[in-house]
């Protein structure tokens, strides 16, 4: 048995999800997991703990300041004396590894929760230098891993690993029943995620007042947090739902805990993000076995959805494009799916670095 600690954000976004779901991979092998919460002092969002309280241990640290952070990341080291630590996001991954050298008996893992390029080009070069430090680096897909490569790491410290989904939440979740009045015969589209630019609820509002022509009955739900950051792009969907006359068939729910039985009961998932590292809700979608449309962000996307059997392909950026794909893929009946939790991969995988 090992002691893991891991730092997250304090939120319930996917890759907080996806935490949590190799923190119980972890626990089922008989290892003890603790977690540390790191929360900005300004965040809105709902907090991780929702969904490990009294299943892990779990300390929070709200940041104020670079300095200050780093020193809280020190003592919670100190305090808990792992044998492994594991974090998830670039910028937590980076100022722990600068503490690495502190803790030398300690293994570090991180994972990339998004590419390189959409970082700019002083934090690229950081990561140059401070990435080498870590015992294992994950990437989500193969395309991360060549862009580890080329900033120099060795290809012995990157582990291309798909995210991996909780399967038995997934199904305990869908057994609730249909959020949907049982005399409601509309098509339902649905979009899951923070609302921020990267998750194109823009272009999706406009893609979906196209479709409204060919569908009129139509309605689009939008789940997720709705003051991310500053409720900005909050305030850009309404304007663009009021501008379209779309105001009784656009419903924005805020956060759910249970986002699954929306996505089980709806005709299609409808993916417009400008870009990801790893959906991780297509990949539950795609479990459930609700047809998707998605935005061509990154190459693994135009990997996952195969055209008129579980999806159909959009453009970025594109209301168009991403219109005409939320159109065809009504036409797609739900289908049964092989789609894993992926847990043998990642058990593989501590079990290499960590022995």
């Known amino acids: 048995m090992k002691t893991y600690l891991f730092f997250a954000q304090d939120g319930v976004g996917g890759a907080e999800r996806v935490m949590v779901t190799i923190a119980n991979i972890l626990a089922d092998k008989g290892n003890n997991i603790r977690f540390i919460l790191i929360r900005n002092k300004n965040s809105k969002s709902s907090s991780l703990s929702t969904l490990i309280e009294g299943r892990f241990k779990y300390e929070r640290i709200i940041w104020r300041g670079q300095v200050q952070l780093l020193k809280e990341l020190y003592r919670g080291i100190q305090k808990n004396n792992p044998e492994v ?52 680096i994950i990437g989500q897909t193969e395309e991360m891993g060549e862009e580890l490569r080329r900033i120099g790491i060795s290809s012995d410290k990157i582990n291309v690993v798909r995210n991996p989904i909780d399967t038995d939440m997934i199904n305990e979740k869908l057994k609730a029943p249909s959020p949907f009045d049982s005399d409601d015969q509309s098509v339902k589209f649905i979009g899951c995620g923070r609302f ?7 272009i999706l509002v406009k893609a979906f007042s196209i479709v409204k022509q060919s569908i009129p009955g139509a309605k689009l739900y939008l789940l997720g947090n709705l003051e991310y950051g ?31 039985k ?57 209301p168009q494009s991403l219109a005409e794909a939320m159109i065809k893929a009504v036409n797609i009946p739900h289908f049964n799916t092989t789609e894993g939790e992926n847990r043998e991969e990642w058990e593989k995988l501590f079990e290499k670095v960590v022995g």
């Open 85 to 136: 630590i594991f974090a998830s996001a670039m910028h937590i991954n980076q100022r722990l590894l600068l503490l690495k050298p502190f803790f030398s008996g300690c293994k570090f893992i991180v994972r990339n929760d998004n590419y390189l390029y959409t970082l700019s080009k002083l934090k690229r070069i950081t990561l140059k230098y401070i990435y080498p430090k870590a015992d294992a």
């Open 230 to 260: 500053d409720g900005a792009v909050r305030k850009t969907v309404e304007n663009i739902v009021k501008e379209n006359n779309l105001n009784d068939s656009v419903i924005c729910t805020g956060h759910i805990d249970n986002p699954f």
């Open 196 to 202: 921020s630019h990267q998750k194109g609820f823009d």
């Open 262 to 318: 929306y996505i089980k009961h709806a005709n299609v998932f409808v993916l417009s993000s400008r870009w990801e590292g790893l959906p991780n809700v297509l990949l539950e979608s795609e479990y459930i076995g609700t047809p998707s449309a998605a935005t061509k962000c990154i190459p693994v996307i135009e990997r996952m959805i195969k055209e008129g059997e579980n999806g159909f392909l959009a453009e970025s950026e594109n």
